[in-house]
Structures are given as C-alpha cells and as structure tokens.
C-alpha cells in the first residue's frame, strides 16, 4: 500500500541553497498534508502543512507547494542549513479519516 | 511549548511477555494516536482514540494490541503477548480538532528478545 511515496531516499545538498524534497500521492481523497522532520532515536517534528485548497503554504524558510492536479508536493527549504540534516517525511490525510499516512522519507544531508 | 511525552523511551522484553508502553498527550488536544516504525521502514499507523474509544485501527492492531485512557491524562499502548516481529519505535501522537497540531512523542524504542 504505497498511497504516499518519496521516490529519493536520500538527497545531498550544499549550505546556502535550495533543498527540494518530492512527495507524490496516489489516493484523491487526501485533503491535507504535512511535512515532518525526523533526528535519529527522536519522534517526528512538525514542519508545516497544507490544505488541498491551497497550492502554496510558506513559513520562514519553509516553503511547500500542492500541485493536485499532478497529485504532487514539494517542500522547498532556502537556504539550507547545517541543521537541517535529517530524515523528512511526507504523510497525508484524507477528510474524515483519523490517521495519517506516510512516505518513506528522505534523508537530507546539508554539506557545509 | 507543549509536547507530547512517552515513557520508557527504551523497554527490553522477552516474547511472549506482556509490554505497556505509556503517552501523557497534550492536555487540550482531542485526538490520540500510536505509531510505530521497524527500522528503516516507514511510520506506520496502528490505532487513533476519540471520545474514549477507537476510531480508526489498522490491520497491524490485532488482538495483541489494545489502548486505554485510563485517567484522562495518561494514554496506553498494550501488548499482551509480545512477538519478535513487534520491536520497533512506537510513537504516541495527539492533536486537537486542526491537523496542523498534529503533534509526535519521541517514543518508545522496544526489542523483542
């Protein structure tokens, strides 16, 4: 069951620049979206999030953009810091329903 | 800030023993979770609380499992016969009524020996 899919499990990326970490969905019910950061040994952390009403959602140095259409989103991080080494999920909800469902993950490394 | 905190963060058992892994959510949230992750798989989603029930559980949440909220406060994951195949992270979660509190414990590390 692979309703939510990260196709890179790991991405490199040099400090200062734009990360880009990919996130496809395949079931159209999901009306909602997050983004969570994980460290080894740790739980996940919130980053940000999206409704399917919007196409853009941006805080800070986050940015994650929805593309239903497509059944795609995207978490742009600029620039990227050292600290933002970690393993980033993407997970999805659909309306009504209580739990959420999650990519793989990608592992970003910041090279500095 | 607010979290959500799990203990033990690391529990060792023998199969067939029984395991209670413990969660305090968030006071005000409404919504209560666990998850787990197998190494180097993804989070899964086991079982979600509502209203002092179930509401939604997944195929993993067999007899074995069971939750309570015994207090009000605390949030229990049951195990009552564990297997070798059940070490994994377990992960409480809770919200309130908006997605975007959707918020993880650090978890609980257990091994099956």
């Known amino acids: 069951d692979q309703q939510v899919k990260q196709n890179s499990p790991s991405l490199s990326v040099q400090e200062g620049r734009i990360s880009i970490l990919n996130c496809d969905y395949t079931?159209?019910?999901?009306?909602?979206f997050l983004w969570y950061k994980k460290y080894p040994a740790e739980g996940p952390t919130f980053l940000i999030s999206?409704?399917?009403?919007?196409d853009k959602n941006e805080d800070g140095r986050f940015t994650v953009f929805l593309n239903k259409s497509a059944k795609h989103l995207s978490l742009h991080i600029v620039p990227s810091q050292p600290g933002d080494s970690a393993v980033y999920f993407c997970?999805?909800?659909?309306?009504?329903?209580?739990?959420?469902?999650f990519g793989q993950g990608t592992r970003l490394t910041i090279n500095p | 800030e607010p979290e959500v905190t799990q203990t033990p963060s690391h529990q060792v058992t023998q199969m067939g023993q029984e395991v209670i892994l413990r969660c305090v959510p968030i006071?005000?949230?409404?919504?209560f979770y666990w998850y787990r992750q197998i190494l180097g798989q993804k989070v899964e989603f086991l079982v979600s609380?509502?209203?002092?029930?179930?509401?939604?559980k997944s195929e993993i949440f067999d007899d074995q499992f069971s939750v309570e909220r015994p207090d009000g406060s605390n949030f229990t994951l049951k195990i009552r016969s564990t297997k070798l195949e059940d070490s994994a992270m377990y992960f409480c979660?809770?919200?309130?009524?908006?997605?975007?509190?959707?918020?993880f414990g650090s978890g609980t590390r257990l091994t099956v020996v």
């Open positions: 979660a809770s919200r309130p009524f908006a997605y975007y509190g959707y918020t």
């Open positions: 079931n159209s019910m999901f009306d909602y």
């Open positions: 999206i409704s399917s009403i919007k």
């Open positions: 997970a999805a909800s659909g309306q009504g329903a209580q739990k959420l469902v």
């Open positions: 006071s005000n949230h409404l919504y």
């Open positions: 609380f509502y209203n002092n029930e179930i509401s939604e």
